[in-house]
């Protein structure tokens, strides 16, 4: 399974980014691989307004089943994920990724 | 680390009267955000010198170049904002009607439309009266404040509490319930909600609460000149019941908080001890709220 | 003849403003009472009558046709606002991201994006006495103001007699919704507060009349508190100052109960008399 997260770096160490759409990186971690792949989103800083469907466009690119961020994505954002059929959780602002990793498994993760 | 946005739907309610009183009752512990670029009186209050200025840019508008436009009126006739009309014989794009959807830029045979990104205004970082970092931003005529502005604003801001290692950022968010607002509230940890008892006050408390709950932003709320109708008041205070918002504090009707922005102060530096209490113990209650 | 009350913050009073001077305007003649703050609308708090037009008012979006798309992408290569997105095997259309320029639609090599009609808000036409009262309100959700303002003047202008006086209450701010609120006024008014946020916004909306080149005067709202830099400003850029609404508490309470004001307090029925005998000698100019 592929499950995405909000970050501000690329390792497991990275804080998590608790915004959706102006996210600094989209890291996905593939558990059957052991492995991650990394999208710099810092560019979206310069899009006025819709940063919210291009983020989750790019998230959709990438394939997760899973979105794990902090205070969720906003209504347009939340509509392409909820199409795209990926499953978020959020509560994971202040952690890191590895810390948000954790604690979705553990289920103390909140459902959008 | 922790971000405090103060939101009010509705203008006219004292918030950002209040958000700098917060700014200078946690003093050297916090770094301010002025995200209300549309109404940027913060800095009244907080009586910044500049110290860094930046030009912003954002969205794109149409620009001619008429040693290449043969006026063949295509452009014209496809824009749908009726913004490039003939003037003296050349299509001139009037730029306060532009919308930037580039539709022109692509139909034009001559490839004779770019599009350009335009200088709406300035960001600045400044330093207060009290010492403390002020980041804000002014906008020119016709600009409207963005997402993409309010995120700027908040990320220096971020960044700057980061390096001195602040405990807060208090953020004075924007008003309405659009892009913005969305944006102030995205990555707070913590909304205080300013609100009025009037009809309108309600109403506009109401929508601006269904962001900060899809949001999952834990919240309270001050209610300002809770005397002037006390009937509204115990609505309000029945709808923070409701939805398990806590309830910070009543201010009474004060001309006060207008004396005291006349001298450029907030309440809490003026002289006038009930307010002032009031104020001191409700930042104490968001500093419990928020930790 | 179309007055439009504007004010550079919210708050200042504009809606009590705009109210009470149609009310007290209509006590004699026809007037007709738009609030054209459509994200915002609280006029209707304090006008009640009879209904008698409610319009549905729409804007173009593109509709998409997945049986005649060959999911090109061009749709959203073209769209500047990210307002249509292709995601996989899908086109998805965010409405209230659009700005209904028609280029997704007409730029489709297979027209697959046709433009189709999306309720974004209502229109409400209310009687009340000799006021006619416009309310247009977005939906939620909406995010553009402007196509509604529009087309809210645009019903006005078809249905009423050009000399009937048309009093417009503008949404705050200087950005493009009061733009197009002022932009076909013969007059505006702006509503201030004399303390330095009252300036300071004050400032920024005649700015803005002067870039739009509309003739302006000002109205102090709660004369008496804070300072007299909003009177000396008035004076030395030569904006007239057409009334000064004394502060009160009374005043506020009124309006925190929906009530009209000028009935009660005779020192601001005096003050809107004095805005009424300017307004109709701009007529005769």
């Known amino acids: 399974m592929k499950i995405a997260f909000t970050a501000k770096g690329t390792e497991w160490n990275s804080e998590m980014d608790p915004r959706f759409g102006r996210t600094e990186y989209i890291l996905v971690y593939d558990d059957e691989k052991d492995e991650f792949t990394s999208y710099d989103n810092r560019e979206i800083e310069n899009e006025a307004h819709g940063a919210g469907p291009k983020t989750s466009q790019q998230l959709f690119e990438m394939g997760p089943q899973v979105l794990i961020t902090g205070n969720g994505p906003g209504g347009n954002a939340a509509t392409v994920l909820e199409k795209a059929g990926i499953k978020i959780f ?4 202040t952690m890191t990724v590895k810390e948000a990793f954790e604690a979705y498994q553990n289920n103390n993760l909140k459902g959008f | 680390m922790k971000e405090i946005v103060i939101i009010s739907g509705k203008g006219g309610t004292g918030k950002t009267s209040i958000t700098a009183s917060f700014a200078i009752l946690a003093g050297s512990e916090a770094v301010i955000a002025d995200c209300d670029v549309d109404a940027a009186d913060m800095h009244l209050l907080m009586q910044p010198v500049i110290k860094k200025s930046v030009d912003f840019y954002s969205g794109v508008i149409a620009l001619i170049d008429e040693n290449k436009c043969t006026n063949c009126g295509i452009c014209a006739d496809i824009c749908r904002f009726n913004a490039i009309p003939l003037v003296d014989n050349q299509h001139t794009v009037k730029d306060l009607d532009c919308e930037g959807c580039g539709y022109c830029a692509k139909v034009c045979p001559e490839k004779a439309i770019t599009m350009y990104e335009q200088n709406v205004g300035d960001w600045f970082i400044s330093q207060t009266k009290i010492e403390n970092t002020l980041v804000h931003a002014k906008l020119g005529i016709g600009a409207e404040n963005s997402g993409k502005l309010v995120a700027k604003v908040k990320k220096e801001a971020n960044q700057i509490a980061e390096k001195e290692d602040k405990e807060y950022i208090i953020v004075d968010g924007s008003p309405g319930i659009g892009c913005p607002v969305v944006s102030s509230l995205s990555g707070a940890n913590y909304a205080v909600l300013v609100t009025e008892p009037s009809m309108s006050g309600l109403h506009d408390l109401k929508r601006v609460y269904e962001l900060v709950k899809k949001f999952n932003i834990k919240a309270g709320c001050i209610i300002n000149k809770s005397d002037i109708n006390l009937d509204m008041t115990n609505k309000v205070i029945q709808f923070l019941k409701e939805e398990s918002i806590t309830h910070i504090s009543s201010l009474p009707y004060d001309e006060s908080f207008t004396k005291a922005m006349t001298v450029g102060e907030t309440i809490v530096e003026y002289d006038h001890s009930e307010l002032k209490d009031l104020l001191v113990k409700s930042w104490e209650i968001v500093k419990l709220e928020v930790n | 003849m179309k007055i439009a009350i504007a ?3 919210g708050g200042t009073g504009k809606t009590t403003l705009s109210t009470n001077l149609a009310a007290f305007f209509a006590d004699k003649n026809q007037v007709v009472l738009a609030d054209l703050d459509v994200e915002e609308p609280n006029s209707g708090l304090f006008i009640t009558g009879k209904t008698e037009q409610i319009d549905v008012k729409y804007k173009m979006i593109p509709e998409w046709n997945e049986d005649t798309c ?12 990210h307002a249509v997105i292709r995601l996989g095997s899908q086109i998805l259309v965010f409405p209230e991201l659009c700005h209904s320029c028609y280029a997704c639609s007409e730029l489709c090599p297979t027209n697959s994006l046709p433009m189709v009609k999306q309720r974004m808000g209502e229109l409400k036409h209310i009687k009340s006495g000799k006021i006619d009262f416009i309310e247009s309100r977005l939906d939620i959700g909406q995010e553009q103001a402007v196509p509604l303002i529009g087309q809210t003047i ?10 009937t006086l048309k009093i417009f209450d503008a949404p705050p701010g200087t950005s493009c919704p009061v733009i197009e609120a002022t932009k076909d006024v013969d007059f505006v008014i702006l509503v201030t507060e004399p303390t330095p946020f009252g300036l300071h ?4 909306a005649v700015d803005t009349m002067v870039e739009l080149g509309k003739p302006h005067a000002v109205v102090i709202n709660r004369y ?18 057409l009334a000064k609404i004394p502060n009160s508490r009374k005043l506020a309470e009124l309006y925190s109960k929906g009530e009209l004001v000028y009935k009660e307090l ?3 029925k005096e003050e809107l008399q004095k805005i009424e005998t300017y307004i109709l000698n701009l007529e005769i100019e």
């Open chain 3, 154 to 163: 645009h019903y006005i202008e078809s249905k009423f007699p050009k000399k």
């Open chain 1, 90 to 93: 959020i509560g994971a602002g």
């Open chain 3, 201 to 204: 916004d004050l400032k920024l």
């Open chain 3, 224 to 241: 008496g508190i804070g300072n007299n830099d909003v009177v000396d400003y008035c004076v030395e850029n030569n904006i007239p100052i």
């Open chain 3, 266 to 268: 005779p020192e601001f």
């Open chain 3, 7 to 9: 004010s550079g913050k």
């Open chain 3, 70 to 81: 060959t999911l090109c992408g061009k749709c959203q290569e073209n769209c500047n606002f």
